[in-house]
């Protein structure tokens, strides 16, 4: 297992390599003078030759990439201040260090992907485990349709329903929004208990038809029916043999899941108007802050390798052969 974690770090090192150069070279050499955009349009050519100089934009552009690259590992300097590693430079609009706002909006936003990853694994496994312990019955059917039916929804089109009808028409809860959990749980809780539902809706159809699928199709392996065979109870067999190899494509999925809830973090933070990292690369994006998106793409893919690592581990664990790959 040991082995098998040093070539995923390996790769994953690697890999945020290229990315952070082809980010660089593709923002840093488009024809326009970043001086000009950090100082605005009522900025005279001296005080745009001062911020050329302090932002190092006067340097060769393989001498800014590798100011760049050692920053993010050793930290740099600019007259704003010392910017700690990881540094991902200063944002033109705010003149914050762009990891500081980066980390100001990450609780928020992991908040929203680990909350709703719980949830509609949660009810999607114990949906789908339920609809093929029932295979063929009403229960199966009803359970089978409800999932086509919700899978068909998308968070704006279902966000602005769900706040319409629990939020603006009758009161029954307050507009979403953000509370640090270690100021108030409950708070928290509450506050972005909408998204998290409007995701599980979403999320929970895809989970249950591939745990009923999965296990319909562990139930019918050898070994499964060997242990029939043997006189084992139904309930065993379907939780001791079965259940395992079913999580298999289930592990998979939760990765492609993960990514998706944090690339999919613009659509839902911008539909209830939640103030975490999607929305601040739509406001970077809309102002030109170059160093700030180019700060939070790095960080989206830094954050989906080490996901995909963490199920690439998990993977691993049910199934041991893959380590041998």
Same mark, same amino acid.
């Not at 704006?156 to 939020?167: D, E, H, Q, T």
């Given at each position: =297992?040991?082995? @098998?974690?040093?070539?995923?770090?390996?790769?994953?090192?690697?890999? =945020?390599?290229?990315?952070?150069?082809?980010?660089?070279?593709?923002?840093?050499?488009?024809?326009?003078?970043?001086?000009?955009?950090?100082?605005?349009?009522?900025?005279?050519?001296?005080?745009?030759?001062?911020?050329?100089?302090?932002?190092?934009?006067?340097?060769?552009?393989?001498?800014?990439?590798?100011?760049?690259?050692?920053?993010?590992?050793?930290?740099?300097?600019?007259?704003?201040?010392?910017?700690?590693?990881?540094?991902?430079?200063?944002?033109?609009?705010?003149?914050?260090?762009?990891?500081?706002?980066?980390?100001?909006?990450?609780?928020?936003?992991?908040?929203?992907?680990?909350?709703?990853?719980?949830?509609?694994?949660?009810?999607?496994?114990?949906?789908?485990?339920?609809?093929?312990?029932?295979?063929?019955?009403?229960?199966?059917? #009803?359970?089978?349709?409800?999932?086509?039916?919700?899978?068909?929804?998308?968070?704006?089109?279902?966000?602005?329903?769900?706040?319409?009808?629990?939020?603006?028409?009758?009161?029954? =809860?307050?507009?979403?929004?953000?509370?640090?959990?270690?100021?108030?749980?409950?708070?928290?809780?509450?506050?972005?208990?909408?998204?998290?539902?409007?995701?599980?809706?979403?999320?929970?159809?895809?989970?249950?038809?591939?745990?009923?699928?999965? =296990?319909?199709?562990?139930?019918?392996?050898?070994?499964?029916?060997?242990?029939?065979?043997?006189?084992?109870?139904?309930?065993?067999?379907?939780?001791?043999?079965?259940?395992?190899?079913?999580?298999?494509?289930?592990?998979?999925?939760?990765?492609?899941?993960?990514?998706?809830?944090?690339?999919? #973090?613009?659509?839902?933070?911008?539909? @209830?108007?939640?103030?975490?990292?999607?929305?601040?690369?739509?406001?970077?994006?809309?102002?030109?802050?170059?160093?700030?998106?180019?700060?939070?793409?790095?960080?989206?893919? @830094?954050?989906?390798?080490?996901?995909?690592?963490?199920?690439?581990?998990?993977?691993?664990?049910?199934?041991?052969?893959?380590?041998? #790959?």
């Amino acid at each position: =297992m040991l082995q @098998f974690l040093i070539r995923r770090l390996t790769g994953a090192v690697v890999i =945020m390599f290229l990315i952070g150069a082809f980010t660089f070279f593709l923002f840093y050499t488009i024809p326009q003078d970043f001086a000009e955009l950090a100082c605005g349009k009522t900025c005279t050519p001296q005080n745009i030759a001062v911020i050329r100089e302090n932002l190092g934009l006067d340097k060769p552009i393989t001498a800014q990439f590798w100011e760049f690259m050692v920053g993010i590992v050793a930290g740099r300097d600019f007259p704003v201040g010392h910017c700690s590693a990881p540094c991902l430079g200063v944002s033109f609009s705010s003149g914050e260090f762009v990891w500081d706002s980066i980390m100001d909006r990450f609780p928020l936003t992991l908040s929203l992907t680990i909350g709703g990853l719980v949830i509609f694994l949660v009810v999607g496994l114990a949906t789908g485990l339920l609809a093929a312990w029932k295979r063929g019955t009403p229960v199966d059917k #009803a359970v089978s349709g409800a999932s086509m039916v919700l899978s068909s929804f998308q968070i704006y089109f279902l966000g602005p329903i769900v706040l319409g009808a629990l939020v603006y028409s009758t009161g029954w =809860m307050d507009n979403p929004k953000y509370v640090p959990f270690t100021q108030d749980p409950v708070g928290w809780f509450l506050g972005l208990l909408i998204p998290w539902v409007v995701m599980a809706t979403i999320f929970t159809a895809q989970y249950t038809r591939m745990a009923r699928s999965t =296990m319909i199709e562990q139930l019918q392996e050898e070994h499964v029916r060997t242990a029939r065979a043997k006189g084992m109870k139904q309930r065993y067999v379907f939780f001791r043999y079965a259940w395992r190899g079913s999580l298999i494509p289930i592990v998979t999925i939760i990765g492609m899941d993960l990514s998706a809830l944090l690339g999919g #973090a613009v659509v839902t933070e911008m539909t @209830f108007d939640l103030a975490g990292i999607g929305r601040l690369a739509v406001d970077s994006s809309l102002t030109k802050d170059l160093p700030q998106t180019m700060g939070v793409m790095l960080f989206g893919a @830094f954050f989906i390798l080490i996901l995909n690592i963490i199920v690439d581990l998990a993977y691993a664990y049910i199934d041991p052969r893959v380590r041998l #790959a």
